[in-house]
């Protein structure tokens, strides 16, 4: 997946080495150049390298980073197959004018590139496949102990999740008060004293495997730059502009040809003291600026939602519980943002005191369904109380909550839902339809336990694709989304016009229903 | 109030007559230039005319306009007191150069100057007198027969409402398929032959002195640019972009020096299928450019919402009657937009067939009460339906629903509450508290209708105000909301901290109710 080509480093000075080993590297894979350089002084201040990848028209400039022991490398992710050539530039001879070329060939069948922003509001892989966002987190897995981290990989090999929220710099927080396994400067972790010139690059090598790992279970990484859970314990939640700006570079010339990353530039930005909302926009530019794949990027909040309306910002990664509470409300973010909407933390399943961490399985999995008919994403996380003070929200290892065998439903039902993503049919009149009409529909019937349910369409808004008309015919299925069944109504629904505002079914059937709450009815259109 | 001084105009040509009478205006009333000037060729087209207003280092560059009859304008807003000088720019030699000073006085005790935006979320008059916006819809009313808009200023003589939405442009649709007393342009009304470069200043006079009289009554006047409501029947939904943009300078030429003025640039922007989302946002960089007083501007939506974070948008105004159905909606938009909130149309109290227009009055009310404690504005309209096709909401007359004197009560509660504005106290945890913690707290419990409601105060979220503590003395009062009656409850409260979230009273005390929907508990400090 990765091509590595190391070139034979020449030493003598004037004469520019170019590469010979050419090689082959899939669509969305990486090539990676890397070559000895300048060990004297500060390689991480005072060289500055790059790398031009050419085909055709496109240029491609990538930064390079040193990665210690005299090495330099830089890394490319190519979204275009065939032919394609590079130089390096560097004011330093050894990196400088190094040329080579390579091909890139069609990709793995599980390699669909990386999630890109489809249809306004929803997601897609770049080949085009459907990608449909349901994410956990768990803060600081990789900083945990090995084995942990290997437990936590087997974990989320099997459980539902296509993405994952985590930290670069180590937690400092309740239930997380142990020290990191690495730190990412140089210095002496027992008086906190670093040296913010100095990467500790065998963290950042390890923060790339994790990456690595993670990709091959087909799982995003979605990367936090920069978190509050410090506090000036380390201080890396207080470093000077410089060294936040030169860290940036670091981490994205790291690791953005890794296909799975997005970037989020904080969690609970307003959190963060020591930092001003201005910071946030110099760290997006940033981002948006040397990021060559412009990975998608947002930023969490806390209380203070940032400006989503933002340009280099790609959607909208909010915490905010409340919002899921009913579709009505997770809507409107959406009308606000024109961008994707992932609530990205809505609090989580637990037991904990703080009333964040205290959701019954039954109320995360219906804000998921809440925020799911609503035309938007929902974000898991765990916090059962356990004697290790390992909770998965903050360190990973085993899911103890009954939510995810529920999320793995849905992932089954937004599965088979409209590639282009669910929309809502109705949104300020009847929220608990989400769908593509007249095709797909789904209808979220919550918390409410009727025992019946009338067949009826919502005529969608103006201009927001083809209405329901009289005679067209529909098969129901009833699905317990807690008890993860799906039930198939017998017989088939047929239109009739009911009023200026509603479909009902001609014969006037409604769909029975076992009175328990959680339930969903799923609708789709027969073509004859 | 508006101060006119008519100039000689100095036909010989070459002399510059410096203006000699002196006069005085108050602040925020209109100083008013009046020069006769060309008539041959196009007045509206051909002349160019400006004024500049000094004081000190302080220039404000006004427009002026021609007003028909030989005779051009230019007003002036006086936003500071003190001695003012002018003088007249234009390629016209009669209107160019004329000089001349006034006096600006104190402003009379009914005049505060216009409205702005202050405590980010909240409005307030120039003078810091707080105004809490409490709004009407009467979309056409000064079009109508001259008797019929005499009524409805009598009516808004009496109402709550301290805004009126109206249209500048003739309205045609369901309820409102009569022809406006006036037409905005030269032409053939039975025709709709128009001529584009001809305003008729008659219909721009009428239109002042509605602002004028609203202005009396102390109603803001929210005048609304552009409308769909035409649909090509007179076709001012669809002049070229040159029109548009010639009609923008006149109108805010005439208007801008009115003190009342609010613009919105459109109702219902994108139901205006002749124009683009670009189209709008170069209407509002003119209106923001032109306007040298920079009046609270706004744009209505039908179901794409305007991206309200936009530097020359003032406030949201929405149209978003879902969003009001629970004070936990109504906050979210606050945090999308860090503007002040209005939801300008929450669909209507009538009983027409449109569901927009078919709220009971409990149901606005409660509407209005939701969008209150989540630190909102909404917006009344109605529409009883009426043998003589005169529904409130189009064409003004009386009032007949129930609503108004419920949002009366309304008014009286919001002006006795804290200056600033009423903030959520804790959005997305008890969106049912609104106030200024820990001074005031209005709990608004909508449709349930308990028999008594436990005495608790939310800690507000971290930096947002001071939060409750031990020991801390409150009054409480129980407000029907309703049936308009305020009922204070004896004794007082004594603060206890509960939990890690709220505080209760020391002796676990409960506010007795009445079992009905539609209560509130007001709360207040007793400060010892």
Same mark, same amino acid.
């Given at each position: 997946?990765?091509?590595?080509?190391?070139?034979?480093?020449?030493?003598?000075?004037?004469?520019?080495?170019?590469?010979?080993?050419?090689?082959?590297?899939?669509?969305?894979?990486?090539?990676?150049?890397? %070559?000895?350089?300048?060990?004297?002084?500060? @390689?991480? %201040?005072?060289?500055?390298?790059?790398?031009?990848?050419?085909?055709?028209?496109?240029?491609?400039?990538?930064?390079?980073?040193?990665?210690?022991?005299?090495?330099?490398?830089?890394?490319?992710?190519?979204?275009?197959? /065939?032919?394609?050539?590079?130089?390096?530039?560097?004011?330093?001879?050894?990196?400088?004018?190094?040329?080579?070329?390579?091909?890139?060939?069609?990709?793995?069948?599980?390699?669909?590139?990386?999630?890109?922003? $489809?249809?306004?509001?929803?997601?897609?892989?770049?080949?085009?496949?459907?990608?449909?966002?349901?994410?956990?987190?768990?803060?600081?897995?990789?900083?945990?102990?090995?084995?942990?981290?290997?437990?936590?990989?087997?974990?989320?090999?099997?459980? *539902?999740? &296509?993405?994952?929220?985590?930290?670069?710099?180590?937690?400092?927080?309740?239930?997380?008060?142990?020290?990191?396994?690495?730190? *990412?400067?140089?210095?002496?972790?027992?008086?906190?004293?670093?040296?913010?010139?100095?990467?500790?690059?065998?963290?950042?090598? =390890?923060?790339?495997?994790?990456?690595?790992?993670?990709?091959?279970?087909?799982?995003?990484?979605?990367?936090?730059?920069? =978190? @509050?859970?410090?506090?000036? =314990?380390?201080?890396?939640?207080?470093?000077?502009?410089?060294?936040?700006?030169?860290?940036?570079?670091?981490?994205?010339?790291?690791?953005?040809?890794?296909?799975?990353?997005?970037?989020?530039?904080?969690?609970?930005?307003?959190?963060?003291?020591?930092?001003?909302?201005?910071?946030?926009?110099?760290?997006?530019?940033?981002?948006?600026?040397?990021?060559?794949?412009?990975?998608? %990027?947002?930023?969490?909040?806390?209380?203070?939602?940032?400006?989503?309306?933002?340009?280099?910002?790609? =959607?909208?990664?909010?915490?905010?519980?409340? $919002?899921?509470?009913?579709?009505?409300?997770?809507? %409107?973010?959406?009308?606000?943002?024109?961008?994707?909407?992932?609530?990205?933390?809505?609090?989580?399943?637990?037991?904990?005191?703080?009333?964040?961490?205290?959701?019954?399985?039954?109320?995360?999995?219906?804000?998921?369904? &809440?925020?799911?008919?609503?035309?938007?994403?929902?974000?898991?996380?765990?916090?059962?109380?356990?004697?290790?003070?390992?909770?998965?929200?903050?360190? /990973?290892?085993?899911?103890?909550?009954?939510?995810?065998?529920?999320?793995?439903?849905?992932?089954?039902?937004?599965?088979?839902?409209?590639?282009?993503?669910?929309?809502?049919?109705?949104?300020?009149?009847? @929220?608990?339809?989400?769908?593509?009409?007249?095709?797909?529909?789904?209808?979220?019937?919550?918390?409410?336990?009727?025992?019946?349910?009338?067949?009826?369409? *919502?005529?969608?808004?103006?201009?927001?694709?083809?209405? *329901?008309?009289?005679?067209?015919?529909?098969?129901?299925?009833?699905?317990?989304?807690?008890?993860?069944?799906?039930?198939?109504?017998?017989?088939?629904?047929?239109?009739?016009?009911?009023?200026?505002?509603?479909?009902?079914?001609?014969?006037?059937?409604?769909?029975?229903?076992?009175?328990?709450?959680?339930?969903?009815?799923?609708?789709?259109?027969?073509?004859?």
């Amino acid at each position: 997946m990765m091509r590595k080509i190391i070139l034979a480093w020449c030493v003598a000075g004037f004469s520019v080495l170019a590469a010979s080993a050419a090689g082959t590297v899939e669509q969305w894979g990486i090539f990676e150049v890397a %070559l000895p350089g300048p060990t004297n002084g500060n @390689p991480f %201040l005072d060289v500055k390298f790059a790398a031009q990848f050419k085909q055709g028209d496109v240029t491609v400039t990538a930064d390079g980073f040193y990665d210690g022991d005299g090495m330099y490398r830089v890394r490319f992710m190519p979204e275009k197959t /065939g032919e394609w050539r590079y130089e390096t530039v560097s004011g330093a001879r050894a990196l400088n004018g190094k040329r080579g070329a390579f091909t890139v060939v069609k990709p793995a069948a599980d390699n669909h590139g990386p999630v890109r922003v $489809a249809n306004t509001y929803h997601f897609a892989y770049a080949d085009g496949a459907p990608y449909k966002e349901l994410g956990t987190t768990c803060y600081v897995w990789q900083l945990q102990a090995e084995a942990l981290q290997e437990q936590t990989l087997r974990t989320l090999a099997t459980a *539902p999740f &296509n993405k994952i929220r985590f930290c670069v710099f180590p937690k400092r927080y309740t239930w997380n008060t142990n020290e990191p396994i690495l730190y *990412p400067f140089a210095g002496n972790p027992a008086t906190t004293n670093w040296d913010f010139t100095q990467f500790n690059v065998k963290y950042f090598q =390890h923060l790339e495997q994790r990456v690595a790992d993670l990709q091959k279970l087909g799982i995003e990484a979605d990367v936090i730059l920069f =978190h @509050p859970y410090d506090e000036g =314990h380390w201080g890396f939640d207080r470093m000077p502009a410089a060294v936040d700006d030169r860290y940036l570079h670091y981490v994205i010339a790291r690791l953005a040809a890794y296909r799975n990353v997005w970037w989020s530039l904080a969690n609970e930005w307003d959190f963060m003291k020591e930092k001003k909302e201005a910071d946030f926009v110099r760290f997006g530019e940033i981002v948006s600026h040397d990021d060559p794949y412009h990975h998608l %990027l947002s930023i969490h909040n806390g209380s203070k939602i940032f400006n989503h309306t933002l340009p280099w910002i790609t =959607h909208a990664s909010i915490q905010n519980g409340a $919002a899921v509470e009913e579709p009505g409300r997770a809507e %409107l973010y959406r009308d606000a943002y024109r961008k994707p909407v992932v609530y990205d933390e809505v609090k989580y399943e637990g037991n904990i005191a703080s009333r964040w961490g205290q959701l019954s399985a039954e109320e995360l999995v219906f804000r998921f369904w &809440n925020g799911t008919v609503a035309g938007t994403y929902v974000g898991h996380g765990e916090t059962y109380k356990s004697d290790d003070q390992i909770l998965w929200w903050s360190k /990973g290892g085993v899911l103890k909550g009954q939510s995810p065998a529920r999320l793995a439903f849905l992932k089954k039902v937004l599965d088979d839902a409209p590639a282009e993503g669910i929309e809502p049919v109705d949104k300020w009149q009847n @929220p608990e339809y989400g769908g593509k009409a007249p095709d797909y529909y789904l209808v979220y019937l919550g918390k409410a336990s009727p025992t019946n349910w009338e067949f009826k369409l *919502p005529k969608p808004p103006q201009g927001k694709g083809q209405p *329901p008309a009289d005679g067209m015919k529909f098969t129901v299925e009833v699905l317990d989304t807690w008890n993860m069944t799906v039930t198939p109504v017998s017989g088939v629904f047929t239109l009739q016009k009911k009023d200026g505002y509603f479909y009902g079914d001609k014969d006037g059937r409604v769909v029975e229903l076992p009175g328990r709450p959680y339930m969903a009815v799923r609708i789709k259109r027969v073509r004859e």
